[in-house]
């Protein structure tokens, strides 16, 4: 049997093949990312060990001689037969599925997007597709795949599962309630505008006055297109907002809003955060993805989460 000493080093046998497949040193170099002059090297190192000339060196250009053409047709084949094999041994990619998801920007941005990392390393072989948008998704008509939804769980043509609970409480900028100013009733807090987000069934506001009996007939109201900029309008001074207080966390934690009536704290079973999605079953992607928020939403400081389906 002869000994494999007797062939050139693999190094030098790849950059021969590359260079005379694609008639240049310099597409050789990229394809196998080294330099232009390490593919030159390898190459006269192997002309030297076989005791002849593989290429014809132009000026612009390289063409191979008829004993590089000969080698050639040779170590291609080998080359294919070792991508052939490998190709068939190796084990096959794990298929990717591809999940839409259907929520407001203000949870995408504030809650969601600080877990992602968490949620791709858990499992890597799901492509989550955000799609913010203040009115609802079609979750039912094919939209979106799945939809997160803030409310009390009540959604025609879909099945509702709650992820957690909300917290409810009038914050604002410390400014606003320092000293003399710091409310001591609902009503006093009507000397400041009360800042709100497009919804197609607002409930916030309406919830809290009815819990503490402030009346809002008497309320300036300011409407805001989403709720982050609500949460900006708030920090900058503009007014009082109702905090989630899932999504604001770390502006209370750092004193940037503070709670007008710290007391007055809304929290009701039905409101929150619900995972939307298609009647029946959900698919296998959904049910990870449902899971991981599920303990997610566990994990993460505030309320506890509740549970519970329509």
Known sequence: MR???SLPALVSLRAFEAAA???SFSLAA???????????????????ELGL????????????TPAGQAYYDHVHAAFELLRQGTDAIRAPAVARTTLTVGLLASFATRWLAPRLPAFAAAHPDIDLQLQPDISLADVAGGDVDVAI??????????????????RLSVVCAPSLVAGRKRPRTPDDLLRHPLLTSHAKQPFE????????????????TVRLHDYNIVVEAALAGQ?????????????????ALVQALPDAVLEDAR?????????GALTPAAQMLHDWLKQAAAESTGSGTGTGTH
């Open 21 to 23: 497949r694609r008639l």
């Open 3 to 5: 000994s494999t000493r």
């Open 149 to 166: 939804r803030y409310g009390r769980g009540v959604w025609p043509g879909v099945k509702s599962r709650l992820l957690m609970t909300e």
């Open 53 to 64: 000339a593989l290429f014809e060196r132009r000026t612009r250009a390289v063409a191979l």
């Open 205 to 220: 506001w309406d919830a809290w006055a009815r819990r503490y009996g402030m009346d809002l007939g008497r309320a300036q």
């Open 30 to 48: 990229q394809e196998l990312f080294v330099t232009q002059s390490a593919i030159s090297h390898h190459i006269q190192r192997l002309e030297r």
């Open 239 to 255: 007014g009082l907002a109702m905090g989630r207080h899932r999504l604001i966390a770390p502006h209370l934690a750092s004193g």
């Open 271 to 279: 409101i929150g955060w619900w995972f939307v999605a298609p009647r």
